[in-house]
């Protein structure tokens, strides 16, 4: 057992729940924002420091904890697939029109062959 086992653990909030609850506590009449903040079970620090990572423009600072290397090798592992769909999507156009041009030449060549024939 960890010695931090028996005390409480930290909550995390998302960027989405920090901005909703930040618009609801602007929003609200100065009497409703305790009952917000005893409803989340919230404290008005919580509000200030929000309210200045908003106003500083810093969504990050509202996002939480930063993302997971699990998520760059995922974005990282999507990019690669695309460019390989795309690489692949031109090489089946390349493909397609090298038959094209195969047919097309051997169809002249069938014709050249041929004696020519007249016009009357």
Do not use: C, N, V
């Not at 909550?11 to 929003?27: D, H, Q, S, V």
């Not at 990282?76 to 089946?92: F, G, I, N, S, V």
């Amino acid at each position: 057992m960890s010695p931090r086992a028996d005390q409480p653990k930290r909550r995390r909030f998302t960027a989405e729940f920090k901005a909703a609850i930040l618009a609801e506590y602007e929003a609200a009449d100065r009497g409703e924002r305790g009952a917000i903040l005893r409803r989340e079970g919230l404290y008005s620090s919580h509000i200030i420091e929000w309210r200045k990572a908003a106003a500083a423009g810093a969504q990050a600072g509202l996002a939480g904890p930063p993302p997971d290397r699990r998520d760059k090798e995922l974005q990282a592992l999507r990019a690669r697939a695309e460019k390989a769909e795309a690489e692949l999507a031109r090489t089946k156009a390349a493909l397609d029109l090298m038959g094209k041009a195969h047919a097309l030449l051997e169809t002249l060549s069938e014709s050249a062959d041929r004696p020519p024939r007249s016009r009357r």
